[in-house]
């Protein structure tokens, strides 16, 4: 016993010589040297993150991919990221080449990501004109309020009708005529050439979201004389149609002019819609409906307000999920290699100082994914699209660091992994495990949920949308997840697991259903001080009550399922499931069913917990104060004296062993933490 202290002691020795030895001045700061790598590989990689990343979906939009392809792609790379990340891990461990391994990741990672820019994006221009439709039982018409009928962008519909109308129509002119012999003249309007049925039309694609609370269901009919809803109804979520002849289907109604504080608004009837390839003669409600609708049309005969649309394609889907795909593979394994590295150099005695490195990692995503966000909106400002190709140079340039600082770092040549697959069957047996994992899946929903269309949702659902909005909704979320996982511990003590995870529960709620109601862009930035709950209180709250309800020797097993399922399984089919109900229900219905999911779930874990846990939360009590003591078991000769002390630097409680996945910042992807397994002398 004295002889393992003392070989202890040495150790310690060793490593607090070296430390000294690897520290460097710096006027009123030190440097350890043999550290500062591993600072520079978290900040400059997770900053790389924080600079693309979460703008994936946005460039995906812009070049033609719809909202169910997003949802598609984005739906299967966690799967991807989850089986790649052990096999990989498995193949370096044998061949014990992990820095290596990780130069090869990140430089196949930056150079399929830098692919994404040759994509093509197939685009039509198109002039851009917002307006509001109006539906109930009788009608429906063109409701279009302006101020000093002003030609800024987008074009009111009003707008669109004089510009068309000063193209269609010649100026007036003075005409001799010859009238009983008499010469005279008057001014005329000349129609060109053609028939008036012959002139050119301008055909416009119209989309509209409902802004009232509860939109009726939509029909179409195609018997002019019919003043109901009789014809094949329609959810309004997602309403498109088309209007081939915009001034020959709509006519202002002029006894409805009226004048509405500073605005003038106008109301149009309006005919000859096409739905998919019928041609319906009107749009009808169940009761009274109002629609934001974004219409665009054909240039030719106007072009003011030119916008490009991107087509949806579908070899551009194809081409664009191939290089995702490679470039998912190449990254998957990065951070998780980093970490295993990281611990590798820290060794046993300084693991603790893991998450001091790691902090690094998180102030370089939140600097990164504000900077690249104004960087891009002030190269933009001048076009009517955001730049994204800024972003992925500036990632190229942060991986290419990324890579020199793993280049300095001093590896051995004996780190291991663990498989997280080892005991997954053992877990199974655990229904109050199981059950708990279920909750953290459910959790991986909504986040896949957020990140995926959030901000799709706010550029397409919100009045005042402008491009630095993501940077600053993204600097809001890291700042109050930092603050509060660095209070966790604090929070958790004081009001328990379970009722964190109910606090989680409700600010899910709170955060979706918010979503749902939001107007002004800028509504959305106080909604997200609650990502410091949603991701910082509950993985910081799931880590720790998973290892105090994992039974001893499967706490392992448990936190590696606990982030698989999460950002693994739980994220996947979050992003596809609501791919699906953007174009099924529309957004805003997608975050109330998410609220309202969270709601209901937050009721059934509770009564859950009260009645069948409830033997099982007890037993959990007794087992976390035994383990405390555990923590304890360790002793060493004191000094002076022949008695033995308890050491707290070194246990075997399983509660502090290193989970085997833990979060990148805001989420973004889950990051395996591999244990360090040096043979210790």
């Known amino acids: 016993m004295f002889f393992v202290s003392d070989i202890n002691k040495i150790t310690e020795y060793r490593i607090k010589m070296s430390d000294q030895e690897d520290m460097v001045a710096l006027g009123r700061w030190t440097i350890n040297r043999r550290l500062l790598p591993i600072k520079l590989f978290y900040f400059f990689m997770i900053a790389a993150v924080g ?75 198109y002039m851009s004109v917002e307006t509001k439709i109006s539906c109930n039982e009788y009608d429906s018409y063109i409701h279009d309020c302006f101020q000093n009928q002003s030609n800024e962008c987008p074009l009111g519909f009003e707008s669109l009708r004089l510009s068309l109308n000063k193209t269609h129509h010649s100026t007036i002119s003075n005409l001799s005529l010859s009238i009983h012999g008499e010469n005279s003249s008057a001014p005329y309007s000349v129609i060109p050439s053609e ?24 029909c179409f009919t195609d018997q002019p004389e019919l003043k109901q809803c009789l014809g094949e109804q ?118 603790g100082k893991w998450g001091k490195q790691r902090l690094f990692g998180t102030v370089g995503f939140m600097l990164f994914a504000l900077s690249s966000t104004f960087i891009m909106y002030e190269i933009s400002s001048s076009n009517k699209e955001i730049d994204f190709s800024v972003s992925f140079y500036i990632f190229g340039v942060l991986s290419a660091i990324a890579m020199m600082s793993v280049w300095m770092m001093s590896v051995s040549g004996n780190i291991s992994s663990k498989n997280i697959m080892v005991h997954i069957w053992s877990v199974m047996k655990h229904p109050q495990i199981v059950m708990f994992l279920c909750v953290i899946f459910f959790f991986g929903i909504y986040t896949g949920a957020i990140e995926t269309f959030l901000f799709w949702y706010l550029e397409e659902e919100t009045v005042g949308y402008f491009q630095v909005i993501p940077g600053l909704c993204l600097a809001i979320a890291c700042s109050t997840e930092t603050i509060l996982l660095f209070v966790s511990g604090t929070i958790i003590k004081r009001v328990g697991h379970l009722s964190c995870i109910y606090i989680v529960f409700l600010a899910y709620a709170i955060r979706m259903i918010s979503y749902s109601f939001l107007d002004s862009v800028f509504g959305v930035l106080p909604i997200e001080v609650l990502h410091g709950i949603t991701f910082g209180i509950m993985w910081a709250t799931s880590t720790s009550y998973a290892s105090i309800i994992s039974p001893p020797g499967i706490s392992g097993t448990v936190q590696g399922l606990l982030g698989g399922i999460h950002f693994g399984f739980g994220k996947g089919v979050g992003s596809l499931l609501t791919g699906w109900l953007y174009k099924e ?29 409830k033997k099982s939360a007890t037993e959990m009590v007794e087992n976390q104060r035994e383990l405390d003591v555990a923590t304890h078991v360790h002793t060493e000769p004191s000094r002076g004296k022949g008695k033995y002390k308890k050491d707290k630097s070194v246990t075997t409680n399983h509660l502090n062993e290193q989970p085997e996945i833990e979060p990148l910042v805001n989420g973004t992807e889950e990051v395996p933490m591999a244990t360090d397994s040096r043979n210790k002398v």
């Open 51 to 125: 600079d693309l990343l979460p703008f994936i979906p946005l460039y995906m939009k812009q070049i033609g991919l719809s909202s169910t392809q997003t949802g598609i792609i984005y739906g299967i790379m966690p799967f991807v990221g989850f089986l790649v990340r052990p096999i990989i891990g498995a193949l370096l461990d044998k061949f014990q080449k992990h820095k290596l391994g990780l130069i090869l990741c990140i430089l196949f990672s930056g150079v399929f990501y830098m692919l994404m820019l040759v994509i093509p994006s197939d685009t039509t221009s």
């Open 195 to 218: 028939t008036i049925d012959s002139y050119p039309k301008t055909s416009c694609s119209v989309i509209c979201k409902p802004i009232t609370q509860f939109p009726g269901e939509v």
């Open 234 to 351: 329609t959810s309004p979520a997602n309403l498109e149609f088309m209007i081939y002849d915009i001034l020959g289907s709509t006519k202002e109604v002029i006894a409805d002019r009226q004048v509405v504080g500073n605005l003038e608004c106008l109301d149009f009837s309006m005919h000859n819609i096409t739905v998919g390839q019928r041609k319906y003669w009107n749009m009808f409600c169940d009761h009274e409906t109002e629609f934001n609708c974004h219409l665009k049309c054909d240039l030719g005969v106007s072009e003011q307000c030119v916008t490009k649309y991107a087509h949806v394609i579908r070899d551009k889907f194809i081409l664009f999920l191939v290089i995702y795909l490679f470039a998912n593979i190449a990254f998957a394994p990065v951070l998780s290699m980093g970490d295993a590295i990281a611990y590798d150099i820290l060794g046993d005695s300084q693991r």
């Open 585 to 613: 229900t529309g957004m805003r219905w997608a975050w109330r069913i998410y609220g309202i999911s969270s709601l209901v779930l937050l009721i059934v874990y509770f009564i859950v917990n009260k009645t069948v846990f």
